[in-house]
């Protein structure tokens, strides 16, 4: 099964960049945002803005088993980068 990537640079509340990846099994870019922005409440940074220009299709690809067990539940899995607690 492919997936899309959604490459996503927002600003924490103290002001550090968080880089992460977005991975949903629809390339719609209003979905991810949204799924972008529930993971951030569930981090309490809610307050992060996410639109287009912060959260951008990158590419699609393979994944594996437990990031498709995760979509499967959730509708998206979070791949954290830089600067993610």
């Not at 509340?13 to 949204?34: N, P, S, Y």
Request: aromatic share 12%; glycine share 4%; hydrophobic share 35%.
């Amino acid at each position: 099964m492919q997936i899309h990537v959604y490459d996503t640079y927002v600003k924490a509340k103290d002001g550090h960049i968080m880089h992460f990846d977005v991975f949903t099994a629809v390339r719609d870019d209003q979905k991810a945002i949204e799924y972008a922005k529930e993971w951030l409440t569930s981090i309490d940074e809610a307050d992060a803005e996410v639109s287009t220009n912060e959260c951008r299709f990158c590419h699609s690809q393979s994944a594996s088993p437990d990031v498709l067990e995760a979509i499967g539940q959730k509708g998206y899995y979070i791949y954290k980068m830089e600067g993610c607690s």
